[in-house]
């Protein structure tokens, strides 16, 4: 099991370096919307 988990983290360790995790989560999840699309939340005082 542990070999598995090492493997996993691996796989997405070297999508987010790559830049393909989103398009990946999209293509499994093509309803999922973010909260704020990469904007930057306002903050109120």
Known sequence: MEQ???TAFLDVRVA???????GSFRRLYPDF???NE???????A
Request: glycine share 0%; hydrophobic share 30%; net charge positive.
């Open 4 to 6: 598995m988990d090492r």
């Open 16 to 22: 987010v370096l790559n830049k393909t995790l989103t």
């Open 38 to 44: 990469n904007h930057p939340a306002r903050m109120s």
């Open 33 to 35: 919307q973010p909260d």
